[in-house]
């Protein structure tokens, strides 16, 4: 991943927000950013009642097909959304300064939404001398350090 895009890693504080925005544009492209989002539980939920919805069509229209298991389905996509999670917190991992791995707890690493919840607890500007430098630092942004003009475009 770090070969694919120029990306400073998370150093804390000081350029916790420039790192979301780039790690954010990041993940988007890799269909990942949905994982730092939410638990899944909600998501899982509404996956699963889909496939199953599909699956009792499809047992109606051909009666040699067995019937839908509803916990092997929810099972299945659960399996799914944590494999995809464990992605994207590897990507994540991926783009943080080794001094501040050690913040993160090994339930951190195989889950990108509890990682990036502790990260934010512990790196999220919280005042407004923080926004302003931060806020100077997307101003000096420069087209020149990214891949192409839509990862710049994502980026800002």
């Known amino acids: 991943m770090s070969s694919d895009y120029k990306i400073l890693p998370l150093k804390g504080k000081d350029n916790y927000t420039t790192w979301l925005i780039d790690i954010r544009a990041i993940l988007q492209s890799k269909n990942g950013w949905q994982y730092t989002l939410s638990d899944g539980s909600t998501e899982i939920t ?63 690493f195989n889950d990108a939404f509890k990682m990036m919840s502790h990260l934010k607890q512990l790196y999220k500007p919280s005042t407004e001398a923080e926004f302003f430098m931060l806020m100077r630092d997307l101003m000096a942004t420069r087209y020149d350090i990214f891949p192409s003009m839509e990862t710049y475009l994502t980026h800002i």
Request: no cysteine; charged share 20%.
């Open 46 to 108: 509404a996956a699963a009642a889909s496939q199953l919805l599909q699956q009792q069509q499809a047992y109606a229209a051909a009666t040699t097909l067995p019937v839908p298991d509803q916990v092997a389905i929810e099972r299945r996509v659960r399996r799914n959304w944590q494999t995809n999670s464990e992605k994207a917190a590897d990507s994540i991992t991926l783009t943080i300064h080794a001094n501040f791995k050690a913040k993160l707890t090994d339930k951190d």
